[in-house]
């Protein structure tokens, strides 16, 4: 079935370093991606976007590559500070579903001062 | 910057109660929809709704959920009678077409 995942649960980073956050997908008719941040007790905040005629788009700080070819996309944050400590989760979109988005498990970012 | 609110931010309900989930997404939004998050697990979709009616569903909306848009503003989740298992977050989200939703910041469902 349908399902989006992320490769790993957990990523622990200094402050200052980038981040890499991965999230492979299965729904190859999904043609928009969204990555989100969700802090302890809030609501998911979008971070960035990316459709799939694109492979590659650069946010503030952020900066989302997608692979059709291997389903995967990933998230990468540079200097990365305590503030960016959250819950990733990448979620996917597809055909006329407008707004029904399938999330990925989620990755915990911590990052250490 | 507009918002999407949700109330209450919390609810404590008995088991087999009636529960009514608020929300008032973002004004000139078109799509409303409703996501639950089980404690420690990934946001589900629930429901989709446009033009006054359920776009969409999932096998967790079943006939104990109902929504409403009883006015310009607000976007309600009904709950008929609760279960223990709809303990969760839920987030209410709108978009304008086909642009990232914007979530509220939830209302944490506790069934007891």
């Known amino acids: 079935g349908e399902s989006v995942g992320l490769h790993l649960p957990t990523l622990s980073v200094q402050e200052g370093d980038n981040s890499i956050i991965n999230c492979a997908y299965s729904n190859s008719a999904s043609d928009y991606f969204i990555w989100y941040k969700q802090e302890s007790g809030k609501g998911p905040q979008f971070i960035i976007d990316?459709?799939?005629?694109?492979d590659k788009r650069q946010g503030q700080r952020v900066t989302v590559l997608l692979n059709k070819t291997v389903k995967h996309l990933s998230l990468q944050i540079a200097a990365t500070q305590p503030g960016d400590s959250a819950v990733y989760f990448c979620a996917e979109q597809g055909g006329t579903s407008y707004g029904k988005l399938t999330f990925g498990q989620g990755t915990i970012l911590t990052v250490h001062p | 910057e507009p918002e999407v609110t949700q109330t209450p931010s919390h609810q404590v309900t008995q088991m087999g109660q009636e529960v009514i989930l608020r929300c008032v997404p973002i004004s000139n939004h078109l799509y409303f929809y409703w996501y639950r998050q089980i404690l420690g697990q990934k946001v589900e979709f629930l429901v989709s709704f446009y033009n006054n009616e359920i776009s969409e569903k999932s096998e967790i909306f079943d006939d104990q959920f109902s929504v409403e848009r009883p006015d310009g503003s607000n976007f309600t989740l009904k709950i008929r009678s609760t279960k223990l298992e709809d303990s969760a977050m839920y987030f209410c989200?709108?978009?304008?077409?086909?642009?990232?939703?914007?979530f509220g910041q939830g209302t944490r469902l506790t069934v007891v």
């Open positions: 990316i459709r799939s005629n694109m």
């Open positions: 989200a709108s978009t304008l077409r086909n642009t990232e939703a914007f």
